[in-house]
């Protein structure tokens, strides 16, 4: 599909949200503890997001829209979506509503901070008072850094340190409009935060491990590996934070699974092991193999890899529940051999 094509499909679904105005969010369980809500000014953030659907038909559709291309017809669609985002009166907060929707917020709230840069933008007012709605019932679908940049950035406003803050602190009279979505989003990126540090501190999570977590994403990306290891540790990181059942802490588990398999294809990828067959990354048996053969783990190593596996297989794959305590346990352990494996590479390649 060429770019005038997907440029047809995106203006005709963007339309049509102003002949169909769809609701953003139905609850869909526990509507017992709803009632009146809409008065209830007080409520930030929803304890409880799995209670609220997202139900916007246009975002819907262009989702699906996006789903079905191909990853070069992506990046057209990206590209008519962020034009939406910066230009258009009409469609730039459900172009940017979208956006948040298939991944895609860091880019777009980049581009929204580039271009505001004083009170004569009433666009903005309008997409932040969105991203406001989706915090408020939808936060879960956040990476924590994401809450972080929205939280430094209205910190940034109020502090004059960027451009539209600069500008705030000249003429504060005529930000009237726009102060009031600031302060939501920062009380609601606070809340957030703290829930997330609470949840953490009463949950046994060291410190220190988040610290390594924070070291182990930026050699991600200094050896180029793929983004989606950091967002998968920030998804671990959400699901423990609002896992209620067994069935929460195996997903979070299985997710971890997951993610030491796509690291072991990525280490492969780096040391170049010719030998490495796709597949390979799921049997830790011929994980270890290759990564012995390469002299990038020792016997004992290995075996700590293989005990790491068989834990993550028989606390979560190979049952239908998983314990509180083996959730985080794992996510622990991940992380601190994860960032061992990390060195070790990096011993490795600086031989060659």
């Known amino acids: 599909m060429n770019k005038a094509s997907i440029e047809q499909k995106i203006n005709l679904i963007l339309e049509n949200a102003y002949i169909e105005k769809s609701d953003n969010y139905t609850i869909i369980r526990n509507q017992q503890n709803y009632i009146n809500r809409s008065q209830d000014i007080e409520i930030e953030v929803e304890k409880n997001p799995s209670d609220f659907e997202f139900t916007n038909k246009q975002v819907k559709l262009l989702k699906k829209l996006y789903a079905n291309l191909n990853n ?22 459900t172009a940017f509503n979208t956006l948040i929707h298939i991944n895609l917020f860091d880019e777009s709230f980049n581009l929204i901070q580039s271009f505001y840069k ?89 410190l220190e491990i988040n610290l390594d977590q924070e070291t182990l994403t930026k050699e991600f990306k200094r050896f180029g590996f793929t983004k989606d290891l950091e967002e998968t540790l920030e998804k671990i990181d959400n699901k423990l934070m609002v896992a209620e059942d067994g069935f929460d802490y195996k997903n979070c588990m299985d997710l971890i699974r997951s993610f030491t398999e796509r690291l072991y294809e990525q280490i492969a990828n780096s040391l170049q092991i010719k030998s490495w067959k796709k597949g390979d990354e799921k049997e830790s048996s011929r994980v270890i193999k290759h990564f012995k053969e390469v002299g990038l783990i020792s016997e004992d190593q290995a075996n700590l890899l293989v005990s790491i596996r068989h834990f993550l297989s028989n606390e979560a794959s190979h049952r239908l529940k998983s314990q509180r305590e083996a959730a985080r346990l794992s996510r622990n352990i991940t992380i601190e051999f994860s960032l061992y494996l990390i060195r070790r590479l990096e011993i490795q390649k600086g031989q060659k």
């Open 72 to 93: 070069s017809e992506k990046g057209d669609f990206k590209e008519i979506l962020l034009k939406i985002v910066a230009d258009s009166q009409i469609f730039g907060v």
């Open 118 to 206: 004083d009170y004569n933008n009433n666009l903005v007012i309008e997409q932040l008072k969105m991203l406001s709605i989706i915090l408020k019932n939808e936060w879960n679908i956040f990476s924590i850094l994401q809450i972080q940049s929205i939280y430094n950035w209205v910190n940034d406003i109020f502090s004059g340190k960027n451009d539209v803050g600069k500008d705030y602190k000249k003429y504060p009279s005529l930000y009237k409009s726009h102060t009031p979505a600031w302060v939501k989003l920062f009380r609601q990126a606070n809340a957030i935060l703290v829930e997330d540090l609470s949840s953490r501190l009463e949950g046994g999570i060291d």
